[in-house]
Nanobody, 119 residues
Framework: QVQLVESGGGLVQAGGSLRLSCAASGRTFNYYAMGWFRQAPGKERELLGRISASGTTYIADSVKGRFTISRENAKNTVYLQMNSLKPEDTAVYYC?????????????WGQGTQVTVSS
């Protein structure tokens, strides 16, 4: 069982930066691939990127060049660094865990953290 708690959301002006954190419980965190998603009102949930247990990353084209993902296994934490934020980045951001890079389904989800970007 893995429990995920996101933090770091808030209100930021366009052009600013935020770093979201996702703290995981459980001693098996190191073996999980982690993903970051977001969902804006009236829109479908969007995958932003993912990171493997060993640190390989994938970033979606929609945020490539602005967002990066990293992890600190010693702290059971994964991060989403967001730069050059735009009003359209406003959404609830979620982290999720799955048992392997090639696995399709994420087994565990956090409760989400709100990010609001003002123009």
């Amino acid at each position: 069982q893995v429990q995920l708690v996101e933090s770091g959301g808030g209100l930021v002006q366009a052009g600013g930066s935020l770093r979201l954190s996702c703290a995981a419980s459980g001693r098996t965190f190191n073996y999980y691939a982690m993903g970051w998603f977001r969902q804006a009102p009236g829109k479908e949930r969007e995958l932003l990127g993912r990171i493997s247990a060993s640190g390989t990353t994938y970033i979606a084209d929609s945020v490539k060049g602005r967002f990066t993902i990293s992890r600190e296994n010693a702290k059971n934490t994964v991060y989403l660094q967001m730069n050059s934020l735009k009003p359209e980045d406003t959404a609830v951001y979620y982290c999720a865990a799955k048992s392997g890079w090639a696995v399709v389904t994420y087994d565990y989800w956090g409760q989400g953290t709100q990010v609001t970007v003002s123009s």
